[in-house]
């Protein structure tokens, strides 16, 4: 058999503390996972069911430790958001997870951010379409090296927050999920089978805005470290 075209190189996020590689399989993410995040964006934050959408794999774009993403402005908006956010790799196949075994399914954790087109994700919502155009787009899903659950634990109590050009915007702590990390993967697993590779992006705290051309985000969380992007 013979590929009509090359097979696409894997997409590949950098493993804290060694040479190794983690090869990334789906993107899955979690809307409205903090109550605080959910009141600004006008709804009810009470803990109904979590909610999730999809991002291509080859949206995520590694950032380095100690290194600054150059992000482009992307095309057809003009209201470009940043979402800071915890990012679970899965590393352990499986479906219908009961919630008390659910982080023995998560291999590590990263910072990440879910960059949003914010006008056209509204344009969409407004007229019940899917969300694609405002969040699945090219890189979209900026995200730094990878750490071993098995040497930075599990999170369940942990600063996160993103500054813009110096200035805080968002400052949370991801016990306020709604769905804690172990929840989430549980009811993740109801609809998908999850595989390793899968990496599943956690939901933002409160504080989301928009960037422009030039804009330095630094992003981090307790543990996991801080990752740069600079809008160009």
């Keep these: 058999m013979a590929l009509v075209f090359p097979a696409p190189a894997p997409v590949t996020l950098p493993v804290a503390g060694s040479d190794d590689r983690f090869a ?4 899955y993410c979690v809307g409205r996972n903090y109550a605080a995040h959910a009141r600004e964006m006008g709804f009810d934050p009470d803990r109904e069911p979590p909610f999730f959408f999809c991002k291509p794999a080859d949206a995520v774009v590694p950032v380095p430790e100690g290194q600054t993403l150059e992000l482009p402005y992307p095309a057809q908006t003009a209201n470009y958001h940043y ?4 990012v679970v790799a899965i590393g352990q196949a499986g479906a219908d997870i009961p919630a008390e075994r659910a982080l023995d399914h998560a291999w590590g954790y990263a910072v990440g951010l879910d960059m949003t087109r914010r006008d056209l994700q509204m344009k969409m919502r407004e007229m019940g379409r899917p969300w ?4 699945a ?10 750490h071993r659950a098995s040497e930075v634990g599990h999170f369940t109590d942990a600063a996160i927050w993103l500054t813009v050009n110096g ?4 400052r949370s702590n991801v016990s306020h999920l709604i769905w804690s990390v172990a929840e989430t993967i549980a009811d993740l697993s109801r609809y998908f089978h999850l595989e390793p590779g899968d990496l599943v992006f956690t939901g933002t705290p409160e504080g989301v805005g928009a960037v422009k051309a030039g804009d ?3 992003v981090g969380i307790d543990r996991l470290g801080e990752l740069a992007v600079r809008v160009v």
């Design 167 to 170: 200035a805080d915007r968002q």
């Design 216 to 218: 330095l985000m630094k």
């Design 24 to 27: 990334v399989r789906r993107v």
């Design 132 to 135: 694609e155009i405002g969040k």
């Design 137 to 146: 787009f090219d890189a979209s899903a900026p995200t730094g090296p990878l």
């Design 83 to 86: 979402e800071a956010e915890l």
